[in-house]
């Protein structure tokens, strides 16, 4: 089982930007995996923030997300990144990272325990 921790979240203010971090460890070739950010807010369904297939190829993004974060993956390092832009208070909730196999869903996949981000005007 592969096992994912999220780190990089924080508060920050309308506008500025955060660098959120997935390191993954434990069974599974990351480098094989599709990558994604996911957002719950409070009282609100878990949402798709952007995706990333094998070799950074295949990248989605949530109409919300596009031309503000960046994600991005360091399969070297087993790492999943998601550079956050211009920040927006409805950006705000837990950011979780999570992977899966190639046509499998995410809910099957590995999650990680997520990092909270908070946005405040």
């Known amino acids: 089982q592969m096992r994912l921790m999220e780190s990089g979240g924080g508060s920050v203010q309308a506008g500025g930007s955060l660098r959120l971090s997935c390191a993954a460890s434990?069974?599974?070739?990351?480098?094989?995996?599709?990558m994604g950010w996911f957002r719950q807010a409070p009282g609100e369904e878990r949402e798709a923030v952007a995706s990333?297939?094998?070799?950074?190829?295949?990248?989605t993004y949530a109409d919300s997300a596009k031309g503000r974060f960046t994600i991005s993956r360091d399969d070297a390092k087993k790492s999943l990144y998601l550079q956050m832009n211009k920040l927006k208070q409805e950006d705000s909730g837990m950011y979780y990272c999570?992977?899966?196999?190639?046509?499998?869903?995410?809910?099957?996949?590995?999650w990680g325990q997520g990092t909270q981000v908070t946005v405040f005007s």
């Open positions: 990333i297939g094998p070799g950074g190829a295949d990248t």
């Open positions: 434990g069974s599974g070739l990351f480098n094989l995996r599709y």
């Open positions: 999570a992977a899966r196999i190639s046509g499998a869903s995410w809910e099957g996949g590995s």
